[in-house]
């Protein structure tokens, strides 16, 4: 069972920045492509960003592009996601999400098989 953690979640005002993370001790991590997703209250999940197992491709949902940025360090088994220019719609619980060993990430969720249980981020205007 691969166990996935995020943090870095909190309050931050328009216009600020946070930066999630999402760590695992699963050896295979560095096997599998991990996502971004966000729920905000009363709205489907969706996608927000994703990157391959290598950490050389990386895609994003429109909203966020050019102000989020996912990156990877293999060597610590965490994920990244660089969030700036934040705005109160981006207020939502954010999961990260890890595909099957080998997999490429897509933008669905039943592209991925292990979850984490989520990080709140709240912006104020």
């Known amino acids: 069972q691969v166990q996935l953690g995020e943090s870095g979640g909190g309050l931050v005002q328009a216009g600020g920045s946070l930066r999630l993370s999402c760590t695992t001790s699963d050896t295979t991590f560095t096997t599998r492509g991990v996502a971004w997703f966000r729920q905000a209250p009363g709205k489907e999940r969706q996608f927000a960003a994703a990157?391959?197992?290598?950490?050389?491709?990386?895609f994003y949902e429109d909203s966020v592009k050019g102000r989020f940025t996912i990156s990877r360090d293999n060597a610590k088994n965490t994920v990244y996601v660089q969030m700036n220019s934040l705005k109160p719609e981006d207020t939502a619980v954010y999961s990260c999400?890890?595909?099957?060993?080998?997999?490429?990430?897509?933008?669905?969720?039943?592209?991925?098989?292990?979850w984490g249980q989520g990080t709140q981020v709240t912006v104020s205007s």
């Open positions: 990157i391959n197992a290598n950490g050389y491709s990386t």
């Open positions: 999400a890890a595909t099957p060993p080998f997999r490429r990430p897509g933008t669905r969720g039943q592209d991925y098989n292990y």
